[in-house]
Structure formats: C-alpha cells, structure tokens
C-alpha cells in the first residue's frame, strides 16, 4: 500500500514539522511495518516546468518513431526536444525537464545534438520521475490545470513524502487513507475525520437504480449500485485524482475506472463501473454453473468453476465477482451512462477464486483481507459525486441497495485481560479508552466487557485480540523485556543423556551423522521389499505434505538414510559411513481429531493428556549405513570393504555407550539379504536388525552392491542402573589362545559366551581372531580362534591357574556345543 502524506493530512491532523522520519516512526508504533518511504521532493533537482506542446515533427528515415517537438515552457522562445513518445498532441500540457535538472538515478538532464536537432530537456514520463511505473508514455496534464512554465512538481506529486506499507493479513482495514490515517490519529494523537463520514448520503426517490438480484447471501451480504447518466465520454480524469493514484501503482484508465479506484484508495472499499447499455435484464449475483466461461478484463477466455461467484445479466455471465469484470459490459470510450457497484463478498470464496484463477488485482486484495460491510453506500455516493462534478454526468435519484449484513457479535473479555497477557497494570480507564478508540461499543459488567468490534474490524473476534489491541496503542515500547528465570532441574533426562552418549560413540567410530526429513513414500517402501502387512507400511499420512512423493512420516530411519548415503555416493564420496538417531512414528490405529481449546491461556492438564493420547507412538531408533571401504587402502596395503561383520560392530558400539550388551543370531528380515541378517536381542527381546542389503535392494535405490545398514530401537533398551567403576588391577596378565572345532552353524558370538562363563572370574576378556573351515576339518565344521586375557587383581597368576581357567572354559563349550580342541 502506498499513500502519500498530503493525502494522508487530509483526514487527521498532523504536526507542522512532520517528515518521513517521523512519519515512519509514528507508523511502527502501532505496528504497521514499512517497506519504503521516499522524500520525493529530493528525488529530482534542477528546473522541472510545465510545457505546452506547440507543434510535432516526425522525423523519417529512423529505426523507430521518433519526434521533435517544439514545446513553450514560459521562455520566450520555444524549446525544441526529442521524445519517442507518441501518446500526446499538438496542444498538450507536460511536464518538462529542462537542462539541469538531475533526474531519479543520478540522470542529468543537458542540451544536446540527437538526431539531427538539438534537444533542449526531456519530456518526461512517470517512471522517470519515480512517481509512478508506467513508462508507457509521458505524463499529460488535464488541461488549464497550469500554464506553460509553472513548477511541476506538485502536479505529479513531487513535492510529497510517499510511504509504502507492508500490509499484514490481519489488518486488512489498513489497506485505504482511511485506513491509516485512523492508525495515525491513534499514534500521534491528532483528529481525525473519517472520508465515509463526510460524504452526504445519497437521497434516493424509493426507486432502484437497477434491478439487482441476490440469490447467495453468505457470497454476498450488501450490494450497493447508483447511475450516473449523460457522463461526457471524453471528460479527463482530474490532475490531482490521476498523481493520487500513479502514486499508488494504479495506471489512468479512463474517468470512470479512475473515480472508483480513486475511492478503493481513499476508503478501502472496492468498486466497479458497468456500462449501462451494454447490461440486459437484471444483474443476478450467483454462483457459476458448469460449463459457464468469461472473458475478463484483461483479454483471457476463463472457464468458471462451481464455487466461483459471478454476476450474470440476461447474457450470461458478465463478472467474475470482487476480482475482475468482463469484457462485454465494460466502461469505454462510448460509455455515456454508468453503473457504479459497491458490494461486499465473503472472504474466503475471493481468496479462493483468485488463487483458483491465478488472477490477482488490487481489489481481490482488500476483499479477501475483509472490507467494511456498512461503507458501500457511502462508497457509492462518493464516487457519484466525483463523476457528476468532473464527467458532467447525472446522478439517478434511484438506489439500489441489497442488505444482509449480520452484525458482529460481542466478544467477552476480564478487563485485567490486558495486564495478565503483557504483565503491565493497564488501569481499567486506560483499556476502556483505548477499546473506544479503536471503533469499538463496550458494555460493563463489573470486570466483565462486553465488546462489539465495529464493522471494519474483522480480526477482533476473540479476547485475546483485544488485549493484543491494547498492547499496541498503549505502546509495545511500555511492555518490559525481562527474562524469564529458568526453573530448578536435574539436567538431562536418561533418555537423553544415552543419545548422545551414543550418539559420541558412533562418531568416535568414525561415522558421519546425518539430520534427514522424517518423511517416507511407498515407492522407498516397495524399492526395500518391506513386505505388506509390515507395521513399517502403516505409516502417518500427513494432510498437506511437502512433496506428494513422501506424504507419510517415516516408520523407520533406514529410507531417508540411505537417500542421503546415495545422495554423497552421487557427490564422489565413495566410501560412506552414515548414522541418524531420530524418532520414528508408529500409529496403532487411524488418528481421531484433537480437541480444540482458546488462546486465553496454556491448555489445561486434562486438555494436555488428551492430545497425547491422540499421537502416534514414537520411539527414537538408531541406524547406520556403510558403503565403499571400512578400511582404507594405502602404502600400508589394500583396503577392507565393509560387510555385514561391520554392521553388527556398529550396533555392539551403539549398544554398549547405552550400557547394555547385544546377543546376536542369525535371522531374515526385508531389507536385509536373509543370509547375511542378524537379529539384535537384549534378553529374549528383538530390538534390531544389522547386515548386508538385499541385492534388490541395493539395485533399486541405486546404491552399491554389499552395502551394509544397522537399526536399532533405543527406546527398547533398557536404562541401566547406578554403574560401577571396575577395579583396575596392577598385575599382568595371562594370554592364551585356544581354538576349538565346532559345527558351522554354531554361532561364534554363542561359544565366545560359554567361554566366558566357563573361564570365571579371572577372565579380562575374550576375542574372536580368526575363522577357518577346511577339508581337514571335516564336512559341516568350522574352527573358531579365540584370544582370552587372564588377571587376577591381587596377584601374578600362575601358568597353572591360567591353564585350569582354560580348559573350565572349553569344558563348557564342550558340553553345550560340542566344541573340540583344535589338534587335541
């Protein structure tokens, strides 16, 4: 929105000494934030005169139309310029800049040879001059508005200060003078005269001035219409009316069209002019009907939806309501007799239309932000008046006026409201003040108020509202800014403590973490075999996704991982090792819709458990993935690729920075390759899986073959208790390696535990080093090698100790898997 402030004085009272700074300052006061403000009187210096164009020379021969013209600025003798423009005449004032003026941008203005002529200034246009962006074609006075070496700038408004306000949706209201200057008046405190309440109402006879019928009353609750009957079709916009709206970004059209911009502007209340020889029968405001189309203002056939609201005539549909008119029933140059429309529509179908329509205007703007439904009359008789006054029209003694506005219900507010919300005592005076100032009828009820927001606040439907309303014009800068002080804790929770313990732990292993979007499609599902009927396919479809691909939240981490393992593979980073922790989203059943409750205040204990148990389970897992090489090679040899033993590492990793330790079996779970999966338990309970990818799987999502991944649920595992540091022992330790001959299905991880719960107490540890399986073992064996370290932590073991804690230990594994000494 952009207004000038001598229009702006107009309608409230402003100090003398006024600029733009202070003007910006007063506007973000009461919260309206400014984009731009320019002083346009120091945009252009130097001579800028009015210039009467005395003849025009068209110059042959050239590339493109050029002409010299031969212009009287008040010198005594004609100055000669060179202009491309061709939409003035012999005749015409314009405004010139003669040499010495500096221009917009740093441009000087200087007599120079072009041509073939010596060019003596320039005429100018309104982009040149930065008062509007059309460059269509140079600025035309209406005649004797001056004389032919006047100053120029104020004719085009350069001799003003021009703001430029982002309007926020809220404050719809703001888009007109009317608008702000009322903000204005509330920020600095002077009078203010409101542009509705000047106009004289129009006095009708009890006629109409046309037939209009209403057949949606929820689409439109007022229609307004007064004709203007024998309007000179050649009448000028007036000078003053045409800078108003350059200034604003509005382009002279006609005196029509200009007149019911000119009152959009000033009271924000939008308006169309009908042709009244061009309209048949009654208007009829309706929705479309299938199969109907329009052609609109600017030129495009448009077919209509359902839901569109329109205005049809005996013809067909002639409008598509509050956005654009059609072309048949148009203003134009014949146009002797005119219909001026004010009306209000519902918001939302606008809002709806203009993005169904991709049809944005500066009236679509304002209705679908809310407009006054008590100022069409008003409106109307506003822009009668203006095109009697400069048209030489008539105005109809008929009018026609539609009325189904429900007025606005009150909204109950405490009156210590105000102060609960900011922590600022507002005395119960200052809020009933400040609740008049803004248009609103209070009524008192001990603490209680009864508040009715007037007809051009549509925001104010709630009390929180309007105490935000007495926050702002009593001043945010009176709001404190204090800290709150945070309250007394233990710190982190377990929960947290473990992931990022785990979360070190893995880094200090060498993987890379990874933050992924937490959303999953079918196609990631389908591509890793995940089977139906896995409670990894139930996932939470969210109503408005980011991307259609992925509508769903994930149920595990594995999908959007490996997305972002081939994302880095795609970059050049061969080798890869990757891990997330985040939570997954597991829902038991179909969501039911949480309970809605007010802004007043946090929601309640019982409103807080009623939302929780609306959501979905969501446990936090852990995943890894790894491609290319988990060793590297180099001058020291040949790399390693990762493999399925890898995967598992990283999960023991996991597991033991969670303080608990993982069992591991053989198992086949999607999407892992079923002979090369493991299941990780804690206990008897499944908590995850570890192992190479399907073939498949890896072809699918493009990733390299034997790329291995890891999942586990951290949520599963249990928290573990008061730790106790180990007693750390002085003395050396024992070292024996034994290897024993079992079956090729026995797990080693399943021997190296009776191993150790065989050798006892004085066992340190046991390692697995080696694997081997040979004909001299026989069919269906394997050898295992472990590694165990013996110590005692009150004295030197003995070879003999050593020995007997051995073979304990191979006892054991004897009886339980039949294990064998290797060479015994």
């Known amino acids: 929105m952009r207004v000038s402030l001598s229009w702006l004085r107009e309608h409230v009272d402003l100090p003398i000494g006024l600029d733009g700074d202070g003007l910006e300052k007063a506007l973000v006061k009461v919260g309206l934030e400014v984009e731009e403000l320019t002083d346009a009187g120091a945009s252009v210096t130097g001579p800028l005169v009015v210039g009467r164009v005395e003849s025009i020379e068209e110059l042959t021969g050239l590339k493109k139309p050029i002409r010299y013209c031969l212009v009287d600025v008040g010198n005594e003798q004609p100055q000669g310029i060179i202009c491309g423009a061709r939409n003035f005449a012999e005749g015409d004032l314009v405004v010139v800049a003669l040499p010495g003026a500096v221009l917009p941008g740093g441009f000087t203005i200087s007599a120079r040879k072009t041509y073939g002529h010596v060019s003596n200034g320039m005429i100018c246009s309104g982009q040149e001059l930065g008062v509007s962006d059309d460059h269509d074609g140079i600025i035309v006075l209406t005649p004797d508005s001056a004389k032919p070496g006047d100053e120029g700038r104020p004719l085009v408004g350069l001799d003003d200060v021009v703001v430029e306000i982002n309007i926020t949706p809220d404050r719809g209201y703001c888009f007109s003078v009317r608008g702000i200057a009322r903000e204005l008046s509330h920020s600095l405190g002077g009078a203010y005269r409101d542009p509705v309440a000047a106009v004289v109402p129009l006095e009708g006879d009890g006629g109409e001035a046309y037939p209009i019928e209403v057949l949606d009353s929820v689409a439109c609750d007022r229609f307004t219409a007064v004709a203007v009957r024998g309007v000179d079709p050649a009448a000028a916009t007036p000078q003053w009316i045409r800078t108003r709206l350059a200034t604003a970004g509005i382009r002279s059209i006609s005196l029509p069209v200009d007149i019911t911009n000119y009152v959009m502007i000033e009271m924000g209340q939008p308006m169309h002019a009908w ?33 569109d609201i329109v205005i049809a005539d005996g013809t067909g549909v002639v409008s598509l309501a509050a956005v654009m008119g059609g072309t048949t029933t148009e203003v134009s140059p014949a146009t002797v007799d005119v219909l001026l429309e004010a009306a209000h529509w519902d918001p939302r179908s606008v809002a709806r239309t203009i993005r169904r329509h991709k049809l944005p205007s500066e009236a679509g703007k304002r209705y679908e932000r809310g407009v006054d439904p008590q100022i069409t009359a008003a409106a109307c008789a506003r822009a009668a008046e203006l095109l009697a006054e400069h048209g030489g029209g008539t105005v109809s003694t008929g009018v026609t006026d539609v009325y189904a506005v429900v007025p606005p219900a009150p909204v109950t507010m405490t009156v210590q409201r105000p102060s609960q919300l900011a922590g600022v005592d507002y005395t119960p005076e200052r809020v009933l003040e400040i609740l008049a100032m803004i248009g609103t009828q209070v009524v008192v009820d001990g603490d209680a108020l009864a508040v009715t927001p ?32 945070a309250p007394p804790g233990r710190g982190l929770t377990a929960t947290q403590r473990r992931r990022r313990t785990v979360g070190r732990a893995l880094a200090d292993a060498g993987y890379v973490e990874a933050l992924c979007w937490p959303f999953v499609g079918e196609a990631a599902l389908d591509a890793m075999r995940i089977p139906a009927g896995d409670e990894r396919r139930n996932a ?12 769903g939240l994930r149920t595990t981490l594995l999908p959007p991982l490996l997305a972002a393992l081939r994302r880095n593979l795609g970059r050049g980073l061969r080798d890869t090792a990757l891990f997330e922790i985040g939570p997954v989203f597991l829902p038991d059943g179909p969501l039911a819709v949480a309970p809605a409750h007010g802004v007043d205040g946090p929601p309640s204990a019982d409103e807080f458990a009623a939302v929780e148990a609306l959501l979905p389970r969501q446990p936090w897992h852990v995943a890894t993935v790894i491609a290319g090489e988990a060793d590297p090679a180099g001058w020291w040899g040949g790399g390693r690729p990762a493999d399925w033993a890898d995967a598992v590492e990283s999960a023991k990793v996991a597991a033991a920075a969670a303080g608990v330790e993982l069992t591991v079996r053989a198992a086949a779970e999607a999407p892992w390759h079923p002979g090369r999966c493991a299941a990780l338990l804690v206990g008897d309970t499944v908590v995850g899986h570890a192992g190479e990818l399907h073939p498949a799987v890896c072809a699918d999502l493009d990733l390299p073959r034997r790329t291995v991944a890891m999942e586990i649920d951290l949520d599963a595992l249990p928290i573990p208790g008061v730790w106790i540091a180990p007693r750390l022992s002085s003395f050396p330790t024992a070292l024996i390696d034994v290897a ?3 079956d090729a299905a026995t797990p080693a991880g399943a021997v190296g535990a009776a191993l150790a719960e065989g050798a006892g107490p004085l066992l340190e540890s046991v390692r697995l080093f080696d694997v081997y399986a040979g004909a001299q073992l026989g069919e269906g064996r394997k050898s295992l090698a472990y590694k165990l370290t013996f110590r005692a932590p009150d004295r030197t073991l003995t ?24 060479g015994a």
């Not at 042709?275 to 208007?283: E, F, I, S």
């Not at 408005?544 to 992925?550: A, T, V, Y």
């Open 275 to 307: 042709d009244l020889g061009q309209l048949t029968g009654p208007l009829v405001v309706r929705r479309a009907q299938p199969g109907e189309k329009l052609t609109t203002l600017d030129g495009v056939s448009r077919a209509l939806d359902p839901e």
């Open 454 to 485: 007037p007809s051009w606040r549509h925001d104010l439907n709630d009390p929180a509202d309007l105490a935000e309303e007495v926050l702002r014009l009593d001043g945010y800068d009176r709001i404190p800014s204090v800290l709150p002080i």
């Open 540 to 551: 939470l479809l969210l109503r408005n996704p980011i991307s259609d691909e992925e509508p």
């Open 740 to 742: 024993v001959v079992v």
């Open 799 to 822: 070879g003999e100790e050593a020995l007997a804690a051995r073979d304990a230990a191979v006892a054991v594994a004897a009886d339980r898997f039949g294990a064998v000494l290797r």
